[in-house]
T-cell receptor, first 116, second 113 residues
């Protein structure tokens, strides 16, 4: 597609339920990032995928969070047993990958998650 | 540990003024630095990317500079317009880990007509 696509754009869920957030990166981009932005806060790194390499999961806040990327394209971020503190906008970004200094990253519009 | 700071957190100026937004980072070993714009309720839009070997980049009324030795970058906006109102974030890609891009908390800019 023309840009990074995320779905759903908005999600309201009850505490304790599981949610799945989807990201479809720009075609040809091998690197994919997930960030979280709480209200009025900066961006918190969650996870990074690059091609077939093992993902960098160092930013995932707890074992309730997981992500996968199938076929090197679409990625799903799963939050199990959601808590109110999980309420935030979850932003996905993609870029041409590798340790190339000139790679601009492009963001989707985000998935706004509210846990009630 | 790389930390990225943006001061001030908020800025309000009258239309037409030239202005400078500041970004500082603690570890000078970076691959690149990127400036983004974020409108309310929206994702981030890339404005300028400066590679570690570069000193500045320009796009239209925007000019971004990079001084790695002092750990600073500035975003200069010329002849500001109300449409420039948004939150501006800088982000640093660390040399030690190409995966992690560390963001500042942003400067919320308001241009008064």
């Amino acid at each position: 597609g023309a840009g990074v696509s995320q779905s759903p754009s908005n999600k309201v869920t009850e505490k304790g339920k599981d949610v799945e957030l989807r990201c479809d990166p720009i075609s040809g981009h091998t690197a994919l990032y997930w960030y979280r932005q709480s209200l009025g806060q900066g961006l918190e790194f969650l996870i990074y995928f690059q091609g077939n390499s093992a993902p960098d999961k160092s930013g995932l806040p707890s074992d309730r969070f997981s992500a996968e990327r199938t076929g090197g394209s679409v990625s799903t971020l799963t939050i199990q047993r959601t808590q109110q503190e999980d309420s935030a906008v979850y932003l996905c970004a993609s870029s041409f990958g590798g340790r190339v200094s000139g790679n601009t990253i492009y963001f989707g519009e985000g998935s706004w998650l509210t846990v009630v | 540990k790389q930390e990225v700071t943006q001061i001030p957190a908020a800025l309000s100026v009258p239309e037409g003024e030239n202005l400078v937004l500041n970004c500082s980072f603690t570890d000078s070993a970076i691959y690149n630095l990127q400036w983004f714009r974020q409108d309310p309720g929206k994702g981030l839009t890339s404005l300028l990317l400066i590679q570690s070997s570069q000193r500045e980049q320009t796009s239209g009324r925007l000019n971004a500079s990079l001084d790695k030795s002092s750990g600073r970058s500035t975003l200069y906006i010329a002849a500001s317009q109300p449409g420039d109102s948004a939150t501006y974030l800088c982000a640093v890609r660390r040399a030690s880990s190409a995966s992690k891009i560390i963001f500042g908390s942003g400067t919320r800019l308001s241009i008064r007509p």
